[in-house]
């Protein structure tokens, strides 16, 4: 079985933070995906990234970083200098074979 | 090349009536799933649908909850005599009938659904 920990309920910081926010996962599959996606107040889901289980490289895009550590099963997002438009939900989410499996999320909230 | 399309984007309905909910996968594309949001949680799968077959339906309600994808036209999630804990956005998404199919899924905007 799959399945995705976001210990992190709900975080709040002060614009222009950096904010790391925390994905554990767990499963079986020796390929599997890795995601991140955002959902703002709108509701709809802004895909952000995609892993592989073969790739460990980290990613850096913008203000955007993802650190994937496969001997810890972590698939962590760090914003830096947060601004106000970055509040939302955020959810890592796992891939195996047919589904995903979605962490609870993160809610995100910046302070101006 | 349009993305993902679900109609409608929201739906009220009263306890015990019927809901329908469409989903049109990208072009070319012949897989779907669908997932469920109930507030302040996320995603759930439900199910897994290829043109005319049900894959895998392990996240399916047992009872009032039913989905198809006909030959021609969209994938429709039906939920007979609906009940309050049935509001939720139900997102589909879709991928192409190659790979490792959760390496290509594409979401939709989601179809929220209230029930008074």
């Known amino acids: 079985a799959q399945k995705v920990t976001q210990a992190q309920t709900e975080i709040s910081v002060v614009e222009k933070e950096d904010v790391t926010l925390d994905c554990v996962y767990e499963t079986r599959d020796t390929t599997y995906y890795l995601f991140w996606y955002k959902q703002p107040p709108s509701g709809e889901l802004v895909f952000l990234i995609r892993r592989n289980s073969f790739d460990e490289q980290n990613e850096i895009s913008g203000r955007y970083s993802w650190n994937f550590q496969k001997s810890t099963s972590s698939f962590n997002f760090t914003i830096t200098a947060s601004q106000v438009v970055d509040s939302a939900v955020y959810f890592c989410?796992?891939?195996?074979?047919?589904?995903?499996?979605f962490g609870t999320g993160t809610k995100l909230q910046v302070i101006p | 090349n349009a993305g993902v399309m679900q109609n409608p984007r929201h739906l009220v309905r009263r306890r015990g009536q019927e809901a329908r909910l469409r989903c049109s996968p990208m072009?070319?594309?012949?897989?779907v799933y669908w997932y469920r949001q109930l507030p302040e949680e996320g995603l759930k799968f439900m199910v897994y649908?290829?043109?005319?077959?049900?894959?895998?339906e392990s996240g399916m309600p047992k009872e009032r909850f039913s989905a198809e994808f006909p030959k021609e036209g969209p994938s429709i999630l039906r939920i007979q005599q609906v009940v309050r804990g049935d509001s939720a956005a139900y997102f589909c998404?879709?991928?192409?009938?190659?790979?490792?199919?959760?390496?290509?899924?594409?979401f939709g905007p989601g179809t929220r659904l209230t029930v008074l």
């Open positions: 649908l290829q043109k005319e077959n049900i894959i895998d």
């Open positions: 998404a879709s991928s192409p009938p190659w790979g490792v199919s959760t390496d290509t899924q594409y």
């Open positions: 072009k070319g594309h012949s897989h």
């Open positions: 989410a796992l891939g195996g074979y047919q589904k995903v499996t």
